[in-house]
């Protein structure tokens, strides 16, 4: 899928999670995504962002305008980062499993918010997790 812009934007505290949010709203709003789909959205990199802080101490989410099929454009989110990886991903996308101290809703919620949802991970080797919220198609 075409990317059209992207903005790199580094993860290593609360506030960064706030910028990212921020961002990916603003893109959201400009491909007409609804008022709910940029919540969703929001909310997605808010639990990704935050895994990045709890889990990795420091990372990076991109925030893109990207093109699909019939001129739909949405918004892609890549999260990425060089921390533990995760051992069990089916364990992890399960709701209530956690290695730390959340309620274990964050990666299987953000899931649940999104279009399309990927995950690579291995232990030892970073986590990145890309998902994306797409728009109405241009009909």
Known sequence: MPVESEER???????????ARQRARALAAQVDLTSTDQTLLATAISELARNITAY?????????????D?????VRVVARDDGPGIEDIQAALTDGYTTGNGLGLG???ARRLVDEFDIQTAPGQGTTVTLVKWGRPDV
């Open 9 to 19: 934007i580094a993860i290593e505290s609360d506030a960064d999670v706030v910028v």
């Open 56 to 68: 990795a101490v420091r990372g990076e989410v991109l925030v893109g305008v990207v093109r699909g």
């Open 70 to 74: 019939r001129g739909r454009r949405g």
């Open 107 to 109: 990666l299987p919620g």
